[in-house]
């Protein structure tokens, strides 16, 4: 039973130093500007390097990140720097059809609420699903 007792007092003093150890590296806002951080992933991954290729070296130079809807857009998101420090990175790599990285932009946006002006403006509304708003359709009859 005591040795039972001091495996789990010994797992979770592991537990709690191992947390602690983690804090240290903790990630923290990039310090360089974005033109700076640009100039540092371009000289990993130049202009005209590979899709694949270019994933390889940002992996060796510790920068980790993820593709959006398509493998076109690589984002950029963190740094691992050979002093232990991980930074967040703002940077978005732009590859062409070809696999090309041809530019790079900024990888975070802002999002603003502003009104659809397509949608007319006069007239009922209804929130009823399939209701659109205009005069009733009878259902369609099946035909052979």
Not at 29 to 45: D, F, G, H, I, R
Not at 55 to 73: D, Q, T
Request: aromatic share 6%; net charge positive; proline share 8%.
């Amino acid at each position: 039973m005591q040795m039972l007792f001091l495996r789990r007092s010994s797992a979770l003093t592991l537990l709690v130093l191992s947390g602690c150890a983690s804090l240290s590296t903790q990630i923290v806002a990039c310090p360089l500007t974005y033109s700076e951080q640009v100039k540092e992933v371009l000289n990993v991954v130049p202009k005209g390097t590979r899709r694949e290729e270019a994933l390889r070296k940002l992996a060796a130079a510790g920068i980790e990140g993820s593709f959006g809807i398509s493998r076109r857009v690589y984002y950029c998101e963190l740094w691992s720097r050979p002093d232990g420090s991980r930074w967040h990175l703002n940077v978005a790599l732009l590859f062409d059809e070809t696999g090309k990285l041809y530019k790079t932009q900024a990888a975070d946006c802002e999002i603003t609420a502003s009104p659809d002006k397509s949608l007319p403006t006069s007239g009922p509304q209804s929130n009823e699903p399939g209701d659109l708003g205009g005069p009733s359709n009878p259902p369609a009859t099946p035909t052979r």
